[in-house]
């Protein structure tokens, strides 16, 4: 089956610094990828639609200035966490459709962030 | 705005009991549904999904799901759980329109041998 890869699996960071996420799709194409953050004991919550080519599409509430999301190539997402603070400290899980079977979607094993 | 509630937080069954995971959606229109299972630290897999067609639907690893258009309702069932069930279960819609998914809060299931 498809597979999507994130790297890294987990990382820890100062307060005040940057952090950069990335999401690969290792068989298959993505134009479009999904970025989620699931708080411990929590369901995912959708925080935006990345696309390539083109400016990601932001859920309500969520800073597109402090997650940047670039989907540069159809096989890799990157989300940035921007002067991170110990409350952006959570699980980020991307997906991407498979385009041979539309509407399912391939996880990644998500990435812990820890912010200091 | 789309929703999706799983009435059921945290299940604990004993092996071979019968297991039923409630999962209703709010959305006017047509909608795909799915439900998501995520083991001990692993990445959520796909267990079953509803497009179109037959609303009862199977899955892998013996699960079922029916979908009852009437009462906006998904639930999950497996005649007889086992130890290795044991996961949080996530029920999720998207629109007929897009691949975006809408997650419902999760279930975490216990099964004791």
């Known amino acids: 089956g498809a597979v999507v890869s994130q790297h890294p699996s987990w990382v820890i960071c100062k307060s005040g610094t940057s952090v950069k996420i990335e999401c690969r799709s290792l068989?298959?194409?993505?134009?479009?990828m999904f970025w989620y953050r699931q708080f411990p004991k929590q369901s995912l919550m959708l925080m935006a639609t990345?696309?390539?080519?083109?400016?990601?599409?932001?859920e309500q509430g969520v800073e597109k200035d402090k997650f940047l999301i670039n989907h540069a190539s159809l096989t890799l997402s990157t989300l940035t966490v921007t002067s991170a603070h110990p409350e952006d400290s959570s699980f980020y899980i991307c997906?991407?459709?498979?385009?041979?079977?539309?509407?399912?979607?391939?996880f990644g094993p998500g990435t812990r962030l820890t912010v200091t | 705005a789309q929703s999706v509630s799983q009435h059921n937080h945290h299940v604990i069954l004993s092996e071979a009991a019968s297991l039923e995971l409630g999962c209703n959606y709010s959305?006017?229109?047509?909608?795909?549904l799915f439900w998501y299972v995520q083991y001990p630290g692993q990445h959520l897999q796909l267990l079953l999904k509803?497009?179109?067609?037959?609303?009862l639907v199977k899955g892998i690893k013996g699960f079922e799901a029916e979908f009852i258009k009437s009462k906006f309702s998904f639930n999950l069932r497996k005649p007889s759980v086992q130890w290795s069930d044991t996961a949080e279960y996530f029920c999720?819609?998207?629109?007929?329109?897009?691949?975006?998914?809408?997650f419902g809060t999760g279930t975490r299931l216990q099964v004791f041998p």
């Open positions: 990345s696309n390539e080519g083109s400016k990601a599409t932001y």
């Open positions: 068989d298959f194409q993505a134009t479009t």
């Open positions: 997906s991407a459709p498979s385009g041979a079977n539309s509407y399912e979607q391939y």
């Open positions: 999720a819609v998207s629109a007929w329109y897009t691949d975006k998914l809408i």
């Open positions: 959305y006017g229109g047509t909608v795909n």
């Open positions: 509803y497009f179109s067609g037959d609303p």
